[in-house]
């Protein structure tokens, strides 16, 4: 049965905006690290950002620093990503992901960590 599933992506100019969703099941949503990553065709799945829980703590990849902003809505279980100042290189399938990290561990950027997934929304910006 589906538990992540993402939605919000589309074509969009260079310059312009776009926020991502991504609902989660009940089960899901409580795990205390859910992240964003992206994959290029032909290239590796990786984070662009990051989020812990409780304490909403969260973590940049370099690349998308100062025009990402990671949150989310526990009264509606989804995980947002709002992407501002878009680049064609930012093009690319996006996907949500969760897993529980042990207490003392910082929420990892390391795809085979994350236990959860969703199906992608694709981002073009041209």
């Known amino acids: 049965h589906v538990q992540l599933v993402e939605s919000g992506g589309g074509s969009v100019a260079a310059g312009g905006s776009l926020r991502l969703s991504c609902v989660a099941s009940?089960?899901?949503?409580?795990?205390?690290?859910m992240g964003w990553f992206r994959k290029t065709p032909g290239g590796e799945r990786d984070a662009v950002a990051v989020?812990?829980?409780?304490?909403?703590?969260?973590y940049y990849a370099d690349p998308v620093k100062g025009r990402a902003t990671i949150s989310r809505d526990n009264a509606k279980n989804t995980l947002y990503l709002q992407m501002n100042s878009l680049k064609p290189e930012d093009t690319a399938m996006y996907y949500c992901?969760?897993?529980?990290?042990?207490?003392?561990?910082?929420?990892?950027?390391?795809?085979?960590?994350?236990?959860?997934w969703g199906q992608g929304t694709q981002v073009t910006v041209s």
């Open positions: 992901a969760a897993y529980l990290a042990l207490p003392w561990q910082r929420c990892s950027f390391r795809e085979n960590d994350y236990r959860y």
């Open positions: 009940r089960d899901i949503y409580s795990s205390n690290c």
């Open positions: 989020i812990a829980n409780p304490g909403d703590r969260t």
